[in-house]
């Protein structure tokens, strides 16, 4: 089974979060950030059903929520998708998405993302 991690750095100023509401423009310029994060990104495996364990690494131990991330995760999915990693990431080739706690992530106002991307038979 053909198994990727990527991993990106995100500051606490461009994360997007379930508990909070944001203005669409600052939500766009919130999208956009994290896109460019991994747009160079590539893969020698195209995978064609997969599932997608994302750990999430807070700056400090403060309480969170990974699964609140989602919405700073997809971007980095439809960037992926884009970078030609799958066909598509809708229900016939992204099979499951989790989100864990991923240890503190020792940068500063900063949070660090690991995708762990697996084939799923």
Known sequence: MNKEIVEYIVDRKALISANRSYHHYDRGNRVRKLRKLVEDFKTEHKFNKFKVVVYVCPPTRRRLDPANFYG???????????????????????????????????????????????EVE
């Open 72 to 118: 700073s995760v997809k971007p980095v999915i439809d960037q992926l998708t884009d970078n030609g990693w799958w066909d598509d990431d809708d229900w016939q080739h992204l099979d499951e998405m989790s989100f864990k706690y991923g240890g503190l992530s020792e940068i500063k106002s900063c949070f660090k993302f690991i995708l762990e991307i697996q």
